[in-house]
């Protein structure tokens, strides 16, 4: 069965320090790859998408993630966070021509001033 | 200048009522969806609609109705609450396009049954 792995459930940082959250699925075939936000008390919000092409995506915020195929991964970055990072992310997985999101079970990052 | 709007925002209901949520997009997409979150806030697709024909339906209780008017609405009815249907729920719409798609997410609906 298709899945995905968060395997950071919590993270708490001091502003400016780096951050990578992880991100493994399980699907042999094409995939489309995305990361959605939380912020606390509201919607889910795209940081960013891989769909084909450049396996390094940069999205809204200055973050940023990695697709590597041969590890099944696409990892979360921001070089510096701020304290308004604060929130749950949760990365998906769209198998290639379907419309079905899977999400995996979320991060939930605090920063601290 | 809403793209994904739900109603009610909050809902604390009673076991074995019968509850409605509805959702509305102004994106002119032509999918919507239904997405459950649970109090460890994993999220799950429950249903999907393509220009009212349902597409995707993922095991979920036959308590558990869509009703898609048109394109730009679907609605999500509950029959027979049980305490395990409290959650969040977040409609979400999408354009259809070969290869996949961006979905937007709704602000949630908090359900809660007593």
């Known amino acids: 069965a298709q899945s995905v792995s968060q395997h950071n459930h919590h993270v708490i940082l001091s502003e400016a320090a780096s951050l990578e959250l992880g991100c493994n699925y399980s699907?042999?075939?094409?995939?489309?790859l995305f990361w959605y936000v939380q912020y606390p008390g509201q919607h889910l919000q795209l940081l960013l998408k891989?769909?084909?092409?450049?396996?390094l995506v940069k999205g809204i915020k200055g973050f940023e993630a990695e697709f590597i195929k041969s590890k099944f991964s696409f990892n979360l970055r921001k070089p510096s966070v701020q304290w308004s990072d604060t929130a749950e992310y949760f990365c998906?997985?769209?198998?290639?021509?379907?419309?079905?999101?899977?999400f995996g079970t979320g991060t939930r990052l605090q920063v601290f001033p | 200048d809403t793209a994904v709007s739900q109603t009610p925002k909050y809902l604390v209901t009673q076991m074995g009522n019968d509850k409605s949520i509805k959702c509305e997009q102004n994106l002119g997409h032509d999918t919507m969806y239904w997405y459950k979150q649970d109090s460890k806030k994993f999220l799950k697709i429950m249903f999907s609609y393509n220009n009212k024909e349902l597409i995707i339906n993922e095991t979920v209780p036959n308590r558990f109705s869509p009703k898609s008017p048109d394109k730009a609405h679907l609605n999500l009815h509950i029959n027979s609450l049980e305490l395990g249907d409290s959650a969040v729920y977040f409609c979400a719409s999408s354009q259809m396009r070969a290869g996949g798609n961006e979905q937007y997410f709704g602000p949630g609906t908090r359900l809660t049954v007593t």
């Open positions: 891989y769909f084909s092409g450049d396996p």
């Open positions: 699907y042999g075939g094409t995939v489309n």
């Open positions: 998906a997985v769209m198998p290639y021509n379907t419309d079905k999101l899977i």
